[in-house]
């Protein structure tokens, strides 16, 4: 139990209460800067004169009166009432005899004597198992962290220079094997193993927030500080994360602040005032999504965001945080229709309160966690999402690059007949792909709703399909920008992602029909990895438009595509073929004379492919083209991509 200072301070009663929080925290919370809140407001369990019990406090300002109700007083709100202090809005009180695992909500009465539907703790580290949408008390902090080595050198992984493939996973759904509860300790290890065994240098998960829903995927999160009940408890949460950076994998957080669900329990007029939402539906109202929008320029509601933030990067040790839907935060007029929406002071459009809160979040994450990464899912031009907030960026690390995944998934599900007419929507991303640091995502959202998999996004019969995505892949883990493959993406899933339903892994099995192309493409993905984290011209000049010169940009006849990377002075060429026909004596100018060795062809037959390539090594002549003396003569495989490099660069 933690002991309370209530004796040290002067007063030390108000009203005939004992005061029991610090005046350092009041000061910090009337400030909107007491970044561990969770540690301050919500349920501690503490020793008051010697009696062991829970301190609940709770911030609700406008309300007439409060009490906290639970399991421990036959949840009768005339048991335990709470004190206001008018100085931060918050409402207090110590009840003896509780301790962890207990049950709780708060029973709130609105300004106008309307009694609100009881609300759970918006600060909660632990709740109920869904459907049931109780908090609970959390066991004081007692898991034992062994990643210290993983932590200190925790900087050098996320360099801009590193290699970076991440794997996007929906934990439930992943295996879909384990007992509500036990996830993390059934699901985690094996998830871990896999996401390790592929070669990923992390795990990325969809939103692991409390949430009433599951059909949202956790994006419509409520219990912005504990971690799903569905999964198990915090204490496995935090062992989960700590077997990750035993493995060797950063361990990335989908997190989302731009919105919330208006369940009754929650956040949504929570003292019966718009109180973390604003009031106004044209700017407290999503359309998109029928959920509510943070009140950004509330400086308690800023505080509170930014402390989940620290609370999963600093107490958890995660690694990183993905910022769900960022544009929605940015624009006021986001999905809104003239009228529905008001301008800024300036008259503008953008969302100036929400700008400044990201700075201040980017700027507050890079100084309380180095070496965390911050991920912005940011759709629109919007310039500097990761510039530098004092150079006026918003100040993220990465940005996913949602305009190369929409154009080349547009090209690829072409039937190749039709592709020379829409050459461009491949090469068009290299004119903008030094505007910011960005990650390639094939992500979830491109395999829902009606999209398809990968898999069923390719064109043509079973074996094109299979060599399509094949080609794809190499062409992605190839071009400039950091990798993420959304799960199921590397074992050909034919159908669309469902999250009430496990991975097609069955596809993997001998006696299934395209088991060897399955099979073939899980390898391949593996084999990516691997040569994408050997080779660092592959990934050190992410964001050096110097690292990059396309060979053939503009073979829009052929459906060819040529490109090198470069790095600390090592070359690798790219070749992609995206016609099912092979390109023999394709000449292609190159900067290295000698031997060159084919290190990936897609078109592979340990891949499922048909075996079409140059045996493993090409030699140059003394043949001038695309403005170098030298150049090869290729054979390139039916829609197959290959990757070569000079010997020279190998030794």
Excluded at 12 to 26: A, I, K, S, T, Y
Excluded at 335 to 356: D, F, H, I, K, M
Excluded at 512 to 524: S, Y
Aim: proline share 7%; hydrophobic share 40%.
């Amino acid at each position: 139990m933690k002991p309370t200072d209530a004796k040290a301070r002067t007063p030390d009663q108000e009203g005939g209460h004992r005061l029991l929080l610090g005046e350092l925290d009041v000061h910090l919370m009337a400030e909107g800067r007491h970044w561990q809140l969770a540690d301050c407001l919500g349920a501690q369990a503490m020793m008051v004169d010697g009696v062991e019990g829970v301190r609940f406090a709770v911030w609700a300002p406008n309300a007439r009166k409060v009490s906290v109700v639970g399991d421990f007083n036959d949840w009768d709100g005339r048991r335990d009432p709470m004190f206001l202090r008018r100085e931060c809005g918050v409402w207090e009180c110590f009840v003896p005899g509780v301790g962890a695992g207990a049950l709780y909500k708060y029973e709130l009465q609105a300004p106008n004597g309307d009694m609100l539907a009881l609300k759970a703790d918006p600060m909660a580290r632990q709740t109920e198992l869904p459907p049931a949408t109780a908090s609970v008390v959390a066991e004081p902090e007692a898991f034992h962290w062994t990643d210290e080595a993983w932590m200190a050198e925790r900087a050098r992984h996320h360099r801009i220079d590193a290699p970076i493939a991440i794997y996007e996973a929906h934990l439930d759904s992943w295996a879909r094997d384990a007992a509500p509860g036990r996830v993390w300790k059934e699901t985690g290890p094996r998830l871990i193993a896999y996401a390790r065994e592929m070669g990923f240098t992390h795990l990325e998960l969809l939103p692991i927030m409390e949430h009433p829903f599951g059909g949202s995927w956790g994006y419509q999160p409520l219990g912005m500080f504990a971690p799903s009940a569905r999964y198990g408890s915090p204490a496995e949460f935090a062992a989960f994360v700590n077997d990750c950076h035993a493995a060797g994998l950063g361990l990335i957080l989908d997190w989302v602040p731009a919105h919330f669900p208006s369940d009754p329990h929650g956040l949504a007029w929570f003292d019966g005032t718009a109180l973390y939402e604003h009031a106004d539906p044209r700017q407290g109202f999503h359309p998109d999504w029928n959920t509510l929008i943070y009140n950004f320029g509330r400086t308690e509601v800023r505080n509170f965001l930014m402390a989940s933030a620290l609370e999963w990067l600093q107490r958890f040790h995660v690694d990183g945080l993905r910022v769900d839907a960022v544009a929605s935060m940015l624009y006021l007029d986001y999905s809104r229709e003239p009228g529905q929406w008001t301008p800024n002071r300036y008259g503008g459009r953008e969302n100036l309160e929400a700008v400044s809160f990201l700075q201040q979040l980017n700027g507050l994450v890079a100084e309380r966690c180095p070496g965390a990464i911050m991920i912005a899912e940011e759709s629109t031009a919007w310039p500097g999402v990761t510039a530098p907030v004092s150079s006026g960026g918003l100040g993220f690390h990465y940005k996913w690059n949602m305009g190369w995944m929409h154009d080349t998934l547009s090209y690829m599900a072409r039937d190749p007949i039709h592709r020379t007419y829409h050459h461009h929507e491949m090469t068009f991303g290299m004119v903008y792909a030094y505007s910011e640091n960005f990650i390639l995502p094939l992500s979830h959202d491109e395999v829902v709703h009606g999209k398809g998999s990968l898999y069923g996004k390719m064109p043509g019969d079973a074996w094109q399909r299979h060599a399509n995505l094949r080609a794809y892949l190499g062409f992605m883990w190839g071009h400039p920008g950091k990798k993420l493959l959304f799960m199921g993406g590397e074992l050909a899933q034919p159908a669309e992602w469902n999250h009430e339903a496990p991975l097609d892994w069955s596809g993997l099995e001998p006696d299934h029909p395209d088991a060897g192309m399955r099979v073939g493409m899980q390898k391949l993905v593996r084999e990516l990895n691997a040569l994408y984290r050997r080779l660092p011209a592959l990934h050190g000049g992410d964001s050096d438009p110097t690292g990059f010169a396309w060979a053939v940009g503009d073979d829009a006849r052929n459906s060819v595509y040529a490109y090198t990377r470069w790095y600390a002075g090592q070359c690798v060429l790219v070749v992609s073929n995206m016609t099912p026909v092979p390109r023999e004596d394709y000449r292609l100018g190159v900067p290295v004379p000698g031997r060159w060795c084919e290190l990936l062809n897609t078109d592979a037959a340990a891949y499922g492919g048909s075996n079409v390539g140059n045996g493993g090594e090409a030699w140059t002549s003394p043949v001038p083209a695309h403005g170098h003396e030298h150049s090869l003569s290729l054979r390139i495989p039916p829609l197959a991509t290959l990757m070569l490099v000079p010997q020279e660069c190998l030794t």
